[in-house]
């Protein structure tokens, strides 16, 4: 199960940081780090001291120019965020995130990316908007801020725990087939489809959107659905898309 968790990072600014949360994540037993986009470099004296011996999973980690390309092939995406939105997303504890994953790790093409953002001002809203989820550790309301290694430390932690909990525990994986869910980028590649048949109906007007793709981004999202489910949703925007040319004079 840990195995299949990745820890993503955008934007990090300070190396220190990327050298604390490799060793938050190595205590914890997980080894997958992708970092987007950074703002320092990540190899330096002072990550590797800040690493404490986990230094190799500075050296592994993968570097993205995007959040998308990042999470590519995950099927679980989970932003942690501190500040409420003006469009509510699914919201979750580290231990109900916990709670979740190995059942969301059991079928074999399982990934989850665990996803914090920036030290001066987190995630975007954009960014949010491609989680599956949202997850929020209840710190103290006068004194909220956490520093990015603490917050990795806290959700790892949770992640061990479940974990040790399975252990022992015989589970069989899901052969990937129709039931896989699907992974991040066919969802994208679907919300990007969606928005072209919208329009070719002229039911969403990009120059006045009111939220719309928003909203059926968090109603996909929350429904997570599967690969054969995503081939049947893109075949009736094609047959949709398809009746709208014949449509036009």
């Known amino acids: 199960m ?12 300070h190396p220190g940081n990327i050298g604390g949360v490799a060793r938050a994540m190595h205590n914890m037993g997980l080894a997958d780090l992708a970092l987007v986009a950074p703002r320092c470099e990540v190899i330096t004296q002072d990550s590797i001291s800040r690493a404490s011996g986990a230094d190799h ?3 592994q980690a993968t570097v993205h120019p995007t959040l998308e390309d990042a999470v590519a092939d995950c099927t679980l995406a989970v932003g942690a965020s501190a500040r409420s939105r003006t469009l509510p997303w699914p919201m979750i504890s580290p231990r109900e995130l916990a709670e979740r994953l190995p059942s969301e790790c059991q079928p074999q093409n399982a990934r989850v ?12 809203n954009a960014e949010l908007q491609r989680c ?19 917050a990795v430390q806290v959700i790892a932690y949770e992640c061990r725990m479940a974990w040790l909990s399975q252990e022992g525990t015989a589970s069989t ?3 990937e087939g129709d039931d896989a869910l699907a992974t991040h980028v066919e969802l994208e590649r679907y919300f990007e489809h969606l928005e072209r048949a919208l329009i070719a109906i002229e039911f969403h007007d990009p120059a006045q959107p009111r939220q719309l793709m928003a909203r059926l981004r968090r109603l996909y999202l929350r429904a997570r659905p599967e ?13 949709t898309e398809k009746a709208a040319d014949q449509r036009q004079p």
């Open 227 to 239: 690969k054969m489910e995503m081939n049947i949703l893109r075949g009736i925007l094609s047959a």
């Open 57 to 59: 999973l500075l050296h």
């Open 113 to 124: 990316a665990l996803v914090f953002g920036r030290e001066d001002s987190g995630l975007t």
């Open 132 to 150: 599956h989820a949202h997850v929020h550790i209840p710190t103290n309301a006068d004194f909220s801020s956490l520093n990015l290694a603490a």
């Open 2 to 13: 840990l195995e299949r968790i990745r820890i993503v990072l955008i934007g990090t600014s």
């Open 173 to 175: 994986a899901q052969e």
